[in-house]
């Protein structure tokens, strides 16, 4: 049994939290928590695919230059090569969960 409050913990970026609630190479699932006025670093992916499953607040999503805004049971998927970026625009933290399959490790290339 896997949660939360038993999962390998990390932080990244600027004050952003994430659980590993599976780390294996054929798909990586992880819980984040992003608080406001936070984001990551724009990128893409040459293999992996990602769904971005929002549990509570609002994500926004720079999806190939287009703004999406997923609310709390709203979900957006990530197909490879897509120029990405998440951000938590609100006023209060955003938690969702990521699904990547294959992993994303070594599979990240930063954008200026």
């Known amino acids: 049994m896997i949660s939360k409050e038993n999962a390998e913990h ?26 406001p006025g936070t984001s990551e670093k724009k990128h893409y992916h040459a293999v992996s695919r990602q769904f971005f499953f929002v549990l509570l ?3 926004t999503m720079e999806l190939d230059g ?17 120029r990405h970026q998440a951000r938590n625009n609100g006023d209060v933290p955003v938690e969702f969960i990521v699904i990547s399959h294959p992993t994303t490790r070594g599979d990240r290339t930063d954008l200026p």
């Open 57 to 59: 607040g609002v994500l």
């Open 10 to 35: 990390y932080v990244w970026g600027d004050r952003c939290d994430g659980w590993y609630l599976m780390n294996r190479k054929d798909m990586l699932v992880i819980h984040e928590k992003m608080p």
């Open 66 to 82: 287009h703004l999406h805004e997923i609310s709390a049971q709203q979900g957006i998927e990530i197909p490879p090569l897509a």
